[in-house]
């Protein structure tokens, strides 16, 4: 898969140089995590430098000792003022809330259910629970999920990467980069993956990003 990437992308000049200068794509996928544990992690991240993050995810995921990662119905019945220990926000704890009672209710799918449903499905589904965006479920599907072909085309990184890759004055919008990418199909998660590195080699981006695990 990478190498057809990588050959694919190549056909653009200005992808061929990127790749020969970075090399192979290195998609880290959470392959053992759970839809709804790589959802908690990613709210965790949101607005967080990764260390930050990690530390608040680490005293979250301490509070239930007898799990490597708390169930949905574990997190419903722990106390606000106990999440917000941990040094989630108000806002935070309640979208934790939100993730945990649509798993109870199975509207936040197993891995294996999730296997059966597209990434649109997916994204439409996931996208109904409070405080959850489309950037956060294309983090899950890209990083845990490992779908080949998804284009976050609201990231930063993303666009700057594009920008910089082409020497453009500005980025282009979603829209318009959503309608580019489309010849990038069906390899748009390895794009996106060259186009985070375009922006960090530029010094545009200060590693580690905040992802679900940071994965990127």
């Known amino acids: 898969m990478s190498a057809a990437a990588m050959r694919h992308l190549s056909a653009d000049p200005a992808w061929a140089k990127l790749i020969l200068r970075v090399g192979k794509p290195r998609l880290e996928i959470a392959r053992n995590q759970s839809p709804f544990e790589a959802l908690m992690r990613s709210i965790a991240h949101q607005q967080l430098h990764g260390r930050a993050a990690r530390a608040i995810t680490a005293r979250f995921v301490a509070?239930?000792?007898?799990?490597?990662?708390?169930?949905p119905a574990q997190v419903l019945t722990t106390e606000e003022a106990v999440l917000r220990g941990c040094g989630f926000s108000a806002a935070?704890?309640?979208?934790l809330r939100a993730i945990s009672a649509h798993a109870v209710e199975g509207i936040v799918p197993t891995r294996a259910a999730a296997a059966r449903l597209s990434d649109e499905v997916l994204i439409e589904r996931l996208t109904c629970i409070r405080g959850v965006g489309r950037w956060t479920v294309e983090?899950?599907?890209i990083f845990t999920l490992g779908r080949p072909d998804i284009l976050p085309v609201d990231d930063f990184g993303v666009r700057e990467g594009y920008r910089l890759l082409h020497g453009l004055d500005a980025q282009p919008k979603p829209r318009a980069l959503a309608a580019i990418g489309e010849a990038w199909a069906p390899h748009r998660s390895r794009a996106a993956w060259y186009l985070w590195r375009a922006a960090e080699l530029a010094g545009e981006l200060s590693p580690p990003i905040a992802v679900p695990n940071d994965a990127r």
Do not use: G, N, Q
């Open 139 to 141: 983090m899950l599907l």
């Open 92 to 95: 935070k704890v309640a979208t």
């Open 63 to 71: 509070l239930y000792p007898d799990a490597s990662f708390p169930t």
